[in-house]
């Protein structure tokens, strides 16, 4: 993240620009990053709207709680929830401070509270105890971003070791679980509950069977959940990124000489921004999508979904 980040460009999120060139198509290079990877680190740097989301007043006085929200997606979420006028709480793991200060500053420029909540998902007493400490430093909660996520990309399933297999299990759906049944002794009627999920669940990589099959059952989770929860009032949905420029990719989550096409595949030709998938999480968290229950919003630059 540029230090200058609390600039704003004339050019924002609602500017009319054709979606082919609103950002280039990245060739990474093929070099990887310890696990869980660093946004300041990330080559090329990618856009988490620090400098071009534009608020329009859609989450005024809103408290959400967003899970990686120190990097990629989940910061991209934190800022723009902040500059919709929400106070946002964000957990990380301990190795990522650094990422998770550089967008305590943006949310605070905003005017915003932001709430650091460090810790390690797979452990259960974790995801009990991040709830309480963000209704306590925000004064409550209405939103839940279950937006954190492993990916190990390996070649073949007799690679996944079953500490790679738990702890994907653990980060992705188990903590999902956990942490949803957390919140719903806080959250009123009108809340919004929000699931990251992924193209691989239904394309799945042949590389990424562990994280995949993560990925199918949250969505699953999301529409079963969103039934159960309907008649108290709280909106559960899902958000289904495809290949978007974040640390999770080069931290392992491709195989390394994949990198150099990243997202050139899907039908837009390029890799999304982090920052073009916030109007989704906006969207399904704000009282305008009082109606949408249990809906997969896909932002995958073009490809065909169920
Ligand atoms: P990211 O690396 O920036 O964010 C993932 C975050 O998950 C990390 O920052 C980390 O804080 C958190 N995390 C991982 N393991 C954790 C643990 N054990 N305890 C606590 N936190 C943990 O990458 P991202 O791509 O923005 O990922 C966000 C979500 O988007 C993930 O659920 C990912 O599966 C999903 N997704 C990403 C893509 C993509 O192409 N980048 C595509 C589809 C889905
Ligand atoms: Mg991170």
């Given at each position: 993240?540029?230090?200058?980040?609390?600039?704003?460009?004339?050019?924002?999120?609602?500017?009319?620009?054709?979606?082919?060139?609103?950002?280039?198509?990245?060739?990474?290079?093929?070099?990887?990053?310890?696990?869980?990877?660093?946004?300041?680190?990330?080559?090329?740097?990618?856009?988490?709207?620090?400098?071009?989301?534009?608020?329009?007043?859609?989450?005024?006085?809103?408290?959400?709680?967003?899970?990686?929200?120190?990097?990629?997606?989940?910061?991209?979420?934190?800022?723009?929830?902040?500059?919709?006028?929400?106070?946002?709480?964000?957990?990380?793991?301990?190795?990522?401070?650094?990422?998770?200060?550089?967008?305590?500053?943006?949310?605070?420029?905003?005017?915003?509270?932001?709430?650091?909540?460090?810790?390690?998902?797979?452990?259960?007493?974790?995801?009990?105890?991040?709830?309480?400490?963000?209704?306590?430093?925000?004064?409550?909660?209405?939103v839940?971003?279950?937006?954190?996520?492993?990916?190990?990309?390996?070649?073949?399933?007799?690679d996944?070791?079953?500490?790679q297999?738990?702890?994907?299990?653990?980060?992705?759906i188990?903590?999902?679980?956990?942490?949803?049944?957390?919140?719903?002794?806080?959250?009123?009627?009108?809340?919004?509950?929000?699931?990251?999920?992924?193209?691989?669940?239904?394309?799945?990589?042949?590389?990424?069977?562990?994280?995949?099959?993560?990925?199918?059952?949250?969505?699953?989770?999301?529409?079963?959940?969103?039934?159960?929860?309907?008649?108290q009032?709280i909106?559960?949905?899902?958000?289904?990124?495809?290949?978007?420029?974040?640390?999770?990719?080069?931290?392992?989550?491709?195989?390394?000489?994949?990198?150099?096409?990243?997202?050139?595949?899907?039908?837009?030709?390029?890799?999304?921004?982090?920052?073009?998938?916030?109007?989704?999480?906006?969207?399904?968290?704000?009282?305008?999508?009082?109606?949408?229950?249990?809906?997969?919003?896909?932002?995958?630059?073009?490809?065909p979904?169920?």
């Amino acid at each position: 993240m540029a230090s200058d980040d609390t600039d704003t460009t004339t050019t924002d999120q609602l500017t009319f620009q054709n979606p082919v060139d609103r950002y280039p198509s990245i060739s990474p290079p093929e070099e990887t990053q310890a696990e869980p990877g660093s946004q300041r680190e990330l080559t090329p740097a990618a856009d988490l709207g620090e400098h071009s989301y534009r608020g329009t007043g859609r989450l005024v006085g809103r408290k959400a709680l967003i899970t990686g929200g120190d990097s990629g997606i989940g910061a991209a979420v934190a800022i723009a929830f902040a500059r919709e006028g929400a106070d946002v709480a964000i957990s990380y793991l301990p190795a990522e401070e650094e990422d998770a200060r550089d967008v305590e500053r943006v949310v605070t420029a905003a005017g915003r509270t932001a709430v650091l909540l460090p810790g390690d998902l797979t452990d259960a007493d974790f995801c009990a105890s991040v709830v309480d400490r963000a209704v306590e430093g925000l004064g409550g909660l209405d939103v839940l971003v279950n937006n954190a996520g492993k990916q190990i990309a390996t070649e073949s399933i007799h690679d996944i070791t079953d500490e790679q297999l738990e702890a994907t299990y653990q980060a992705n759906i188990l903590a999902m679980f956990r942490l949803t049944k957390a919140a719903l002794k806080h959250l009123p009627p009108g809340s919004a509950i929000i699931n990251t999920t992924s193209v691989q669940a239904y394309e799945p990589s042949p590389t990424l069977l562990d994280y995949a099959s993560t990925k199918a059952a949250i969505n699953n989770f999301t529409k079963g959940l969103a039934q159960q929860l309907a008649p108290q009032g709280i909106r559960v949905n899902a958000v289904a990124p495809g290949p978007i420029w974040t640390p999770l990719q080069p931290s392992h989550g491709q195989p390394a000489e994949d990198l150099p096409e990243f997202g050139q595949s899907v039908p837009l030709g390029r890799a999304g921004q982090p920052t073009e998938l916030a109007p989704a999480y906006v969207f399904l968290a704000s009282p305008e999508s009082s109606y949408v229950l249990g809906e997969t919003l896909n932002v995958n630059g073009g490809s065909p979904t169920p």
